[in-house]
């Protein structure tokens, strides 16, 4: 990408990430196992988490450390339709021991190289989304990626005090946008109970 500021780069994720592939289901019972919740792609939405509905898979007890998210994981999504194709965002341990399916990736980031709030806000961003779109593989509607494609995805990396503002400024935008949209969806359903009673 050209015309960045002379203290930017631009790194292959793969260099300052461990990318986490997630656990697949089905397959035998596990010796050991241990039944925990885990996420799907239906809870991973583009920026924020769906708890509403958690299940819960069987895993054998060593293999618990393998697949289990740790706080400032960015979550993102393997594929489906076009628009769910990388959307994610930072796990806060809403859950304190949860996995997740296979059809997510965990990126683990290097902190003292990458915030996961800007990274976060990065992929979801028309940079993060046209690196996807340009590298998915395609079927009729449907889109995927591979962690090698996501491995070789250009972070753009200011540094961390940058990164921070960056981070907060844009958060602060989502907020408020967040805050809007559901207000609108609330009394979009007073509008629609009004109408039945009437």
Known sequence: MNNLPNDWRTVSLSSVAFIQTGLAKGGKQPQDAVELPYLRVANVQDGYFDLSEIKT?????????RYALREGDVLLTEGGDFDKLGRGTVW??????????????AVRLDRNQVLPEFFALQVSGSYG?????????RSTNLASINKAQLSEYPVLLPPLPEQRKIAEILGTWDAAIEHVTRLIAALQRRKQGLMQRL
């Open 57 to 65: 898979i069987a895993i054998d007890r060593k293999q618990i450390d």
């Open 129 to 137: 989304r046209s690196y996807f779109l340009n590298c998915a593989k």
């Open 92 to 105: 806060r341990g809403e859950i304190s021991v949860c996995l997740h399916q296979n059809h997510l990736f």
